[in-house]
């Protein structure tokens, strides 16, 4: 009935032309955008569906993660396009969690959603 590996994830936002800023300009990252939406390209076929919704209320948990080997250059360079790291019970003076698990930052988009920078190998 599925096909295999062709599922996505999705979240919605506010402002997509914000979004769109965000994602592509500040982060980089491939962004196209179709019927009033955006896709955001994570890889090879790997994308999000980022969709307008009105009376949006920000997620209160990380909707994406992005994986990164060094999070002290990953959170300076952020830092640099403009990123604001959340102060998260537990964080170092630069945004970082180094209480156990996995190193990890987190910071929003324009719509108030959770993303973070998370330190794996």
Known sequence: MFEYG???S???VDDVDSA???YGTTLELPVT???GMLRL???PEKHVLIYPK???TPATYTVLNFPVSDIDSA???LVGRGVVFEAFEGVDAQGVFRRGGPLIAWFRDPAGNILSVLEQD
């Open 6 to 8: 062709k599922a996505f």
């Open 10 to 12: 999705g979240f919605a």
């Open 20 to 22: 769109r800023r965000f």
């Open 33 to 35: 955008a179709d019927n």
């Open 41 to 43: 390209e994570l890889g």
């Open 54 to 56: 009105k009376n949006h």
């Open 75 to 77: 959170v300076e360079d």
